[in-house]
């Protein structure tokens, strides 16, 4: 046998959306690689204030004699006690976050992945409501043997509202099928759907988890790019972290887990930065401790993240633009969506949004798959519906989050793909 039977689990493993992205490879546009290339309009990136996060990155990046050394494999002490202070800053925390309480990952795919080999064993499930970011499908499994359990939750994909007793439905026909749940993962602000959970909700994840003792894993990596309160004076911003409850009320505090990373509000992608805070678990602690060494964060770059994060001013003011930035995409997307009668869920945090097209495509699946490789032929790359697990098709994610001139080229290609044949 060439490869462990582990690996070949790992290479058995399927996730729609990223076998979709390596059809693009090499197809995508690039201003000096592939000028010709498709517009991405299909990776959750931000383009919006790429330059001005590159500046200020070069600024900070330093490398000392002390940086040839080993580092601490957790992050060092003084870069987790500025993420304790930026979390509360942020987060507002319901109890006080120690800095003991963060541990520095590469990535928050990997933060995931570090989780679930600590809190899981193989053969376990974990409920994942639908549609969800379709590299869970990677993150969860990956040499950990665990296994997704997907959970179609939202009849209207309008209303994030949460019904008890349809996510008791799925626990049940998950212990029926013999299927072992020990873990719950959810995405807030939610992705694909660009929409944020209520307290309301979040206390209904947490007592369902609580019920059955199950780890409840959220992910807030796009915590700090909501919008919708820009556009609407009325509203507040929608986002509302599981760290400002006071979750002892509700469940074993030791069962709740929360991932953050930089890819998203701050742009950096590359930097490969990711967070687990966990406030009440001194086993879990230890064991992410010893399996830090695998997911070590290097010295220049906890210097570099150290330097760029210690300017609080800086940063805020950053969010705030970044804020304002997707905002005024998004609204002039959505004016030109309304012009062009395409039907979208209403978003209100993150870099994109779920497009409606339902009436212009027949009804499967494979429709949908050949109107994604006639629009990518046609220059233009959207993720497909199908990468977020989708419970119906006619369903496409755009990434809004680039400057306006690249934007309305792409959406002009995607209307005429899209009315072709009317």
Known sequence: MQISKRAAETLAIQSPMMEAFLETLGKL????????????????HNDLL???????????????????????AEGSPRLRQLWRDFFTRHFNPYYPISWQDISVQTGAGASVNQLFMVITDPGDYCLVPTPYYGAFDYDVKVNTGVKIFPAHLHRDL???TVDPDQLESHYQRAESEGKKITSMIVTNPENPLGR????EDIKVFLDFASRHQIHMLFDEIYALSTYSQLLDEKKEDPFVSVLSLPYKDFIDPALVHVVYGLSKDFAING?????????FNAPLKAALGRSAAFSY?????????FNLFSDEKWI???LLENRQALAESYKRTTQFLKTHDVDYIEAEAGPFM??????????????DKLLWHRLLKSGVYFAQGAGFHMPEPGYLRLTFALPWSMLEIGLNRFIKELKKDI
């Open 29 to 44: 546009h690039d201003p000096e690689l592939n000028p010709t290339g498709a517009l991405n309009l299909g990776v959750a």
């Open 50 to 72: 790429q330059q001005k996060i590159f500046e200020r990155a070069q600024e900070c990046l330093q490398v000392t004699p002390e940086d040839i050394n080993y580092g601490a």
């Open 158 to 160: 309008n209303s994030m």
């Open 196 to 199: 944020c959970y209520s307290v």
């Open 271 to 279: 930097f490969r930065v990711g967070f687990i805070i966990d406030q």
């Open 297 to 305: 964060t290097s010295t220049i770059t906890d210097r570099l993240l």
């Open 316 to 318: 805020d003011e950053y």
């Open 354 to 367: 779920l497009l409606d097209i339902r009436k212009y495509t027949e009804p499967t699946f494979e429709a």
